[in-house]
Structures are given as structure tokens and as C-alpha cells.
């Protein structure tokens, strides 16, 4: 009987110890996902305030005021046709960035507290003002309009939350 309940116990041992290294493993997997996502969110905020960055916005923000002055606005297509190869770097480079940005959490690879805090302002100002026409009137460019209009949706489903 006494040889049995060592052996209960021994066996009990061995599960307690798999169940917390599989626990301990679990916990360590999960703390490093999101320190990743941290990462790549920093790291994404961090290439938005680069001084290329800061450059080509103030460029494609010129580029769009003039654009939306026209008496027919520029689609995105002719843009690329039409527009200097500096100011359509410009324009690029923002569509792109924000492209990404839309990816990225759309795939979860964000931190979205942090994302929310560090990019719903610049996003709601550059959707609102300038890139929500293009994502609407541009179906050529469904791949990147698809990422923006995620992120339309994120911080929009955001707001009615606080309501």
C-alpha cells in the first residue's frame, strides 16, 4: 500500500511539474508577444517621426491642398502620372506608412492601447481631411485602400465605444 502512494505521488510530481513548466512557459510566450507588439508600435511611431517622414508629410499635405483646389481633382492614379517624382514620393510615403499601419493591426501585430494613443490623431486628421476620398473613389488601389479603411473602421468603432 505504502509502495503505491509513492508512486501516486511521484506520479502527481511529475504532472505538477509539467503543468508548471507548461504554465511558466505559457505566461513567457504570452509577456513576449506583447512586448513585441510594444516594439513594433514604437517602432512604427518612431519611423512616422523621422525627419524623412516629417518631410514628406509637410510635402503631400501641400500636394493634397492644391490637388483639392483643383476645379477636377486628381485621383491617386493620375497623381502618380501627373505629379513630380518629389511630390509623389510624398504622397506615396504617407499612403504607405498608413497602409502598413492598417496591416499591422489588422494582423495584431500592434499594440493597440498604445497604437490608439500614438496614431488616432494624425490618422483621423490625414483620413478625414485628404485620403477618405481616395479610399472611396479609387478602386484601383483596393490592396491599400482595404489596410486604411480597416483603420477607419478601428478608431471609428473606437468613438461610438465612448459615446
Do not use: C
Not at 503631400?60 to 493620375?78: G, H, I, T, Y
Amino acid at each position: 500500500m505504502e509502495i503505491w502512494l509513492t508512486v501516486l505521488g511521484g506520479v502527481f510530481g511529475i504532472i505538477g511539474a509539467f503543468a508548471g513548466a507548461w504554465l511558466a512557459n505559457r505566461y513567457e510566450r504570452r509577456s513576449q508577444k506583447l512586448q513585441e507588439r510594444r516594439d513594433t508600435t514604437m517602432n512604427l511611431y518612431v519611423e512616422f517621426q523621422n525627419p524623412d517622414m516629417l518631410h514628406a508629410r509637410i510635402l503631400a499635405r501641400v500636394v493634397f491642398e492644391r490637388n483639392k483646389k483643383r476645379q477636377n481633382p486628381l485621383s491617386l492614379n493620375q497623381m502618380r502620372e501627373k505629379l513630380k517624382t518629389e511630390e509623389w514620393h510624398a504622397v506615396s510615403v504617407v499612403i504607405t506608412f498608413f497602409e502598413k499601419l492598417g496591416v499591422f493591426l489588422k494582423n495584431d501585430y500592434l499594440d493597440t492601447k498604445l497604437a490608439r494613443s500614438l496614431f488616432e490623431h494624425d490618422f483621423r486628421w490625414w483620413y478625414d481631411k485628404y485620403i477618405e476620398k481616395f479610399v472611396k473613389d479609387d478602386k484601383l488601389e483596393a490592396t491599400w485602400s482595404q489596410a486604411i479603411e480597416h483603420i477607419n473602421l478601428w478608431t471609428t468603432k473606437e468613438k461610438k465605444r465612448l459615446k
